[in-house]
């Protein structure tokens, strides 16, 4: 098989089924058995699970932007921040940011 037709098989297996992939494998299944249960071959079984165990993540590669370096817990953290007291100015906001998270965000990111 072609590597492009390889690449699509990947790229049609949804988010929700690459997790139960993953989900399976950590249960001891073999890749034959996951295929079986959840839908694509063998092989694109094999890359979900060794994506996962190289990288931590089964999303698909060439993002085109930096990882998030903050949860959604604290951008609500950040905009209830800013909403109670609106005097706050970004550079302290990404201060506090970098602070918590050690990742340092730039005052025109918040």
């Known amino acids: 098989m072609s590597r492009r037709k390889q690449r699509s098989a990947f790229d049609q297996v949804s988010e929700f089924d690459r997790g139960r992939i993953v989900a399976y494998r950590d249960c001891g299944l073999p890749f034959k058995e996951i295929g079986s249960r959840v839908g694509p071959n063998q092989t694109t079984v094999m890359r979900i699970c060794d994506r996962?165990?190289?990288?931590?993540?089964?999303?698909?590669?060439?993002?085109?932007?930096?990882?998030?370096?903050?949860?959604?817990?604290?951008d609500r953290q950040i905009v209830r921040m800013v909403v109670t007291d609106s005097s706050v100015t970004s550079r302290t906001v990404?201060?506090?940011?970098?602070?918590?998270?050690?990742?340092?965000?730039?005052?025109?990111?918040?």
């Open 52 to 74: 996962w165990m190289q990288e931590g993540t089964t999303d698909r590669r060439g993002r085109s932007h930096p990882p998030q370096c903050t949860t959604s817990r604290e």
């Open 94 to 110: 990404a201060l506090h940011i970098e602070s918590v998270t050690h990742h340092s965000v730039s005052a025109r990111t918040i």
